[in-house]
């Protein structure tokens, strides 16, 4: 069994600064992929930032400049920074693992309980 740990969700003004975290524990053999992706109601879950074991990193549009993804491998840890936070930033925020299952190689794609994320105006 697989855990992803979110933190460090909440309620930011205009303009302000949060920073999440989600780290993966459990049967994992190796993880290829961490991200995040958020949600708002009503609409489909979207991506946010992905990175992956190499470093890669991929951000959509509308966070590009504002937010950074980084990784600890070591600690199956990713870290998102989100700066210049906007109201249309509001959302559920969802980290994301892929890879290798440690016992059975099967594919991992693991999802945690979101968190919230709130930009007042």
């Known amino acids: 069994q697989v855990q992803l740990v979110e933190s460090g969700g909440g309620l930011v003004q205009n303009g302000g600064s949060l920073r999440l975290s989600c780290a993966a524990s459990?049967?994992?053999?190796?993880?290829?992929?961490m991200g995040w992706y958020r949600q708002t109601p009503g609409k489909q879950r979207e991506l946010v930032a992905t990175?992956?074991?190499?470093?890669?990193?991929n951000y959509s549009d509308s966070v590009k400049g504002r937010f950074t993804l980084s990784r600890d491998n070591a600690k199956n840890t990713v870290y998102l920074q989100m700066n210049s936070l906007k109201p249309e930033d509001t959302a559920v925020y969802y980290c994301?693992?892929?890879?290798?299952?440690?016992?059975?190689?099967?594919?991992?794609?693991?999802w945690g309980q979101g968190t919230q994320v709130t930009v007042s105006s």
């Open positions: 994301n693992a892929e890879g290798r299952l440690g016992s059975s190689g099967l594919v991992l794609d693991s």
């Open positions: 459990g049967n994992i053999a190796s993880i290829s992929a």
């Open positions: 990175i992956t074991s190499g470093g890669t990193t």
